[in-house]
C-alpha cells in the first residue's frame, strides 16, 4: 500500500470514527452533556500527554507555553471547541442526531465564509452558488423545524471558527490538544468534583463499566486525531474535504435509520437543498485543483528564456 492510499485509509478512519459518535455518547448515560465534557477534557488531556511523549513532541509543547500568542489562541480554540463538544454531546443525547449531522455538512460553506469575512479571502462564482444555495437550505429547515436549527448553526459556526483558530495558532496536532485540554482540564476536574460532592455525578455509584466508558472518552477523542494527523500528511486537502463527508453522512443514517428520528417531506426538502451546495462545494474545488496543477505542470515543461 503506497502512502496516498494509506492517508485515504487514515482519514476514513479518522472520520467514520467521528461518524459513529451517535451511538456512542448514548452508551455513557445517566450522565448528562456537561459531565461527558468534563470527562472528555480530562481524560483526553491524560491521553494527548502520553502521545507527545511517545512521539516525542515535548520540545513543541513547551515552545507553545512561551509563546503569549499561540497560547492565547490555543485557549481560545479550547473555549469553543467545548462548546462545540457540549452542544454535539447535548444533540445526541436529545434526539437531535439528524441536526447535528447538518452542522457537519454545512460546516465546508460555513468555513468558507468565515474565511472571506474574517481573513478577507476571495471566492470563486460557483462557491457563491453553493453558499446562496445552502441559505436557501436553512430557511427551508427553519420553515419545517419551526425554528432556526441552532445546533447545526452552533456545530457549524463553533467548529469553524476553531478551524480558524488553530490555522492562526499553527501549532501541531498532538501538542495543540495537549495545550487545549491543559487549559480546559482544571475546570473540567472542578466540575467534576462539584458533581460527585453534590450528588449529581455519575462515576461513582454506576459501576466498572460506566467508568471505563468515561474514561475511554480520551481514547475515542485523540486516536481519530492521530489519525486524521496522519492522513493530512500524505494526501491533498481537496481529498480530505471530500473524507469529511463521511462523519455526517454516518451521523445522519445513524439518526434516521437507528434513531428513528421524524424526517418529514420539509426536511428531506431541506438536506437535499443542502446536499446540492456541497455537490457543487466539492466539484467545484476538484476542478480548481487540476486546473492549478495543470497550470503548474505547464509552467514546469515551458523553456524559460535568456
Known sequence: MNEQRRGVVFGA???IIWGAFPLYFPLLQPAGAWEILG????WSLVVA???VFVVGRRTQVAAV???RRKLALLAAAATVISINWVTYIWGVSNGRIVETSLGYFTNP???MLMGVIIL???MRKLQWVALGIAFVAVVVLTIDYGRLPWVALILAFSFGTYGLLKKSAGVGPFESLAVETAVTAPFALAFIVALQATGHGTLVGHGAGHVLLLVSLGIATVVPLACFGAAAIRVPMVTIGLLQYLAPILQFAVGVFIAHEAMPPGRWAGFAIVWIALV???AEAVHHRRKVLRAARAAAVTPTTA
Open 120 to 122: 478577507r479571502e476571495r
Open 65 to 67: 507555553l512561551r509563546d
Open 39 to 42: 470527562h472528555r477534557i480530562l
Open 109 to 111: 460553506l460555513v468555513t
Open 49 to 51: 500527554v502520553a502521545f
Open 280 to 282: 457543487i462545494f466539492s
Open 13 to 15: 478512519t479518522a472520520y
